[in-house]
């Protein structure tokens, strides 16, 4: 395994992390054997970077993943979140009915203690505020959230979809960390004025879907997705955009080809290629998954083969957006 630092600090993640969501929420059935076999394997691959968040399955994902990681805790390094809830004490996911966004203190106080007692565990490696409340200064949020660095509950603080302006904010307060943002080949708004703002204040990247959740792999069949999956309602993943991501995940698979690599590892190589301070979480619940992301570390890519896929893209923009409406006021607060 190769491995990055978090930010400024010491803290050495494998270059490929592990997103949990998909084990317990999102993604149609689960397996929960399966889930925990693929947590043991990231072990052995040394992928020590694990991801989850107390609205998946509400709270479900935590209490999987503590079955792993208790007997293990000095092998990992886990990240979690908070801010999506419903009902009284009780997160919840954001496309759930009655679902809102809660960054005030009074509520992570909560929150942070619902975590711990799921994961079943004295401390958090990194926290995330899952979006940025736009009815709550992120001063206050940070400072809140600084308050439980000093009483070591969690060791470092991270944002997920914040706006430069707020990452300044955020770090005038307390260090942030890392920044959780959606990157992949096709969604790259990050590159705007993010991915700079984060590289000025030393702060790492950790890009969710690098997949573009699945789209990339040349595996994906929206027609067959279960009833449950949430890509059936995302704009990217519907009939108006599939002519122009089918030609795209075509030559995207053609170049892979021409790499000896799979599409997924050839997305993943793409996202490591874009600067050291980069750390993607790829998301499966699968061994077999796990194991083809883990195999993007040995693939190089020069500058041609950069652009090659840079060229594809361009090509093909038209590829949706890649949350509903109501879900992008959400993000780059």
Not at 117 to 126: G, M, S
Not at 155 to 184: D, T, V
Request: aromatic share 8%.
């Amino acid at each position: 395994m190769k491995f990055r630092s978090l930010g400024t600090t010491n803290e050495k993640l494998s270059a490929i992390g592990l997103g949990c969501m998909g084990m317990s929420f999102a993604y149609g059935p689960t397996d929960d054997d399966e889930s925990i076999a693929t947590l043991h394997k990231a072990l052995d691959l040394g992928i020590n970077f694990w991801d989850t968040a107390d609205m998946y399955a509400n709270g479900e994902n935590e209490e999987l993943i503590s079955r792993v990681l208790v007997p293990n805790r000095d092998k990992i390094f886990i990240a979690t979140k908070f801010g999506f809830r419903y009902g009284e004490n009780v997160a919840g996911p954001k496309n759930s009915a009655g679902a809102y966004f809660d960054g005030s203190p009074a509520w992570m106080k909560v929150a942070v203690e619902n975590s711990l007692k799921r994961l079943k565990i004295d401390t958090i490696d990194l926290y995330y505020a899952h979006r940025i409340d736009p009815n709550v200064p992120v001063e206050e949020m940070v400072g809140a959230m600084a308050e439980l660095v000093k009483e070591g509950k969690v060791r470092y603080l991270g944002l997920s979809e914040a706006s430069p302006a707020s990452i300044r904010k955020a770090n005038a307060i307390h260090p942030i960390a890392a920044l959780q943002s959606e990157y992949s080949v096709i969604t790259r708004d990050v590159e705007a004025s993010i991915l700079g703002t984060v590289r000025e204040l030393g702060i790492s990247l950790v890009p969710y879907s690098p997949l573009a959740r699945g789209l990339v792999t040349d595996t994906l069949n929206v027609a067959t997705l279960a009833d449950s999956d949430f890509r059936r309602s995302l704009p990217r993943y519907q009939q108006e955009f599939a002519d122009n991501n089918a030609k795209l995940v075509k030559g995207f698979a053609e170049i892979a080809a021409g790499k000896n690599c799979s599409p997924a590892q050839l997305a993943l190589a793409w996202v490591l290629a874009q600067g050291e301070d980069i750390i993607p979480i790829p998301g499966t619940k699968k061994r077999k998954y796990l194991e083809e992301n883990a195999g993007a570390l040995d693939v190089t890519l020069s500058v041609a083969d950069l652009s090659e896929i840079d060229e594809l893209v361009a090509r093909y923009p038209n590829t949706g957006e890649r949350y509903s409406e109501g879900a992008m006021k959400m993000v780059n607060h």
